[in-house]
């Protein structure tokens, strides 16, 4: 079974990559190069599978599964410009893919502290930049 | 090819295990176990999965589908206390896995392994919260 928490949170970036000349980010990420950046309302879903315990009913301890995802995640994230705030990003260009990655790799690095048993296990992830976009990520 | 119907509905439960002490009820459950029990507005999404049949072009009357979603789901569940009104919850902690999971055993006995099959369950109890159920036990 497979319980799905959504989270959200708010923050601004800017795409522009180091590989590429003034003229080639502009043309590559069009308004997102942009100097100064610029923000979303990220929508953020964590699923996670395993099987129901049968004393607790439950896939997954969803205040533990808070407790993770708002040290690991929303509190860096939230409020935040990703380019000069978080340390993976600055040689990384923030695009929603790259975002899912560190996402990815910070949840599955502290995976077993929140969940030391077998299960639940983090399946995947699902990133909202806009009503009109979304990334997902198997884990 | 997917199909999926989706239904509401409106109901109480409270989540605790009466062999454990309402400290750790708390533990576990957090708000849900609060004694006297809180309600949310669910939303069912079942998705049948087979071939369109070649003279109707449909792989299952969307219309059949809403009527055994009204019969085995929300008439008996909606604007009830499942705890209370809806068994299996009297014995088992009606959370929102137990009760997708009840929701595929009633709409199971509907469906064959042939076409269409019943292929998925998602129960949001809120926005942010829900559980997809496939008949699988992990």
Not at chain 1, 42 to 71: E, F, K, N
Not at chain 2, 20 to 28: A, I, K, S
Request: aromatic fraction near 10%; charged fraction near 25%; charge should be negative.
């Amino acid at each position: 079974m497979r319980v799905t928490r959504r989270y959200r949170f708010a923050a601004s970036h800017r795409l522009h990559s180091a590989a590429f000349t003034e003229q080639q980010n502009r043309e590559l990420y069009g308004k997102c190069n942009n100097p100064y950046g610029h923000g979303h309302d990220y929508v953020l879903d964590v699923t996670a599978a395993g099987p129901v315990d049968p004393g607790s009913g439950q896939v997954v301890h969803i205040p533990s599964l808070d407790r993770l995802v708002s040290d690991q995640v929303l509190r860096d994230f939230d409020h935040r410009y990703i380019n000069a705030d978080l340390g993976e990003f600055q040689a990384l260009v923030p695009t929603s893919e790259n975002i899912m990655r560190v996402i990815e790799d910070r949840l599955t690095a502290h995976w077993s502290e929140a969940f030391p048993g077998e299960w639940p296990r983090l399946e995947s992830i699902r990133l909202r930049e806009t009503k009109r976009n979304f990334f997902e990520l198997k884990t | 090819m997917l199909i999926t119907r989706r239904a509401e509905f409106s109901a109480s439960h409270v989540c605790a295990q009466p062999s454990l002490t309402p400290e750790q009820n708390r533990g576990l459950y957090g708000a849900a176990a609060n004694p006297a029990g809180h309600g949310h507005n669910y939303i069912l999404e079942v998705t049948l999965e087979g071939d369109p049949d070649p003279v109707t072009g449909m792989v299952f009357d969307l219309k059949k589908l809403k009527e055994l979603i009204q019969q085995t789901v929300i008439e008996p569940m909606d604007h009830r206390f499942l705890n209370y009104e809806v068994p299996p919850f009297n014995k088992i902690v009606p959370t929102t896995e137990n009760v997708a999971a009840e929701i595929w055993t009633r709409l199971s006995r509907h469906f064959g392994p042939g076409n269409p099959r019943l292929n998925n369950v998602r129960l949001y109890e809120t926005e942010d919260l829900y559980v997809d159920y496939a008949g699988d036990r992990q």
